[in-house]
């Protein structure tokens, strides 16, 4: 899930299946359909170029769909319950697409439920917040919400909130973008190339 040109197709579309399963609880079409990618505009020593983006891996939309599915099948929810864990994960679904450079606010976080909700769907929204904070570019907001799920023993979700702890620190890491600005400064504004651009991008990693 890294920069690239292309865009691969998954053999089997995990994206289809997880609107197929999301239409049982909710028939009309989420607001933004989600993807597996997003499109960052890049310069390129003064030429505008656009890059795709790795942003939602297929684990996270099959992953949605069997969770939906046992919400489905378990008896102590109502359809309301369903359809509101079903607007916090397009919520999160939502933030597959977005671009920080074409809009600096992400769309809206999954709403908190209302007072009153199933102790099991609290805990999903908990992690739904989360997930949204990671998609969202809010690596240090996600981790510690992540964090906060994976220290509490009984919550349902723990162990997917201990990968997601460490997701963050990973995608904290691979996109921080200070390497891009000094070769951009340096290639670009500077035009340094051969040795004094490498010597001045090793000046910037130091």
């Known amino acids: 899930w890294g920069k690239g040109l292309s865009r691969p197709v998954p053999e089997v579309d995990e994206i289809d299946a997880w609107l197929n399963m999301r239409a049982k609880v909710q028939p ?6 989600p993807d597996y990618f997003r499109d960052l505009p890049l310069q390129l020593g ?16 099959v992953f949605a769909t069997r969770l939906l599915q046992a919400l489905m099948d378990d008896p102590g929810l109502t359809a ?25 606010t992400p769309p809206p976080m999954p709403a908190l439920l209302p007072d009153g909700a199933p102790a099991k769907l609290v805990a999903l929204n908990a992690y739904q917040r989360a997930a949204a904070m990671f998609y969202g ?12 799920i994976a220290a509490d023993k009984a919550h349902p ?7 997601g702890a460490m997701r963050s620190l990973v995608r904290a890491t691979v996109r921080d973008d ?15 190339r051969a040795q004094a651009l490498r010597e001045a991008l090793g000046k910037a990693n130091e």
């Open 178 to 192: 200070s390497w891009d600005k000094a070769f951009q400064d340096a290639y670009g504004r500077q035009g340094l």
């Open 46 to 61: 003064g030429n505008p170029t656009v890059v795709t983006q790795g942003q939602c891996g297929a684990d996270a939309f």
């Open 80 to 104: 309301e319950h369903r359809q509101w864990w079903v607007a916090g994960q397009d919520a999160v679904f939502a933030r597959c697409a977005w671009s920080p450079s074409v809009t600096k």
């Open 28 to 33: 009309k079409a989420p607001a933004s359909k």
């Open 137 to 148: 570019d809010d690596h240090a907001g996600a981790l510690k919400a992540f964090d906060a």
């Open 157 to 163: 979700m723990r162990p997917w909130a201990v990968v």
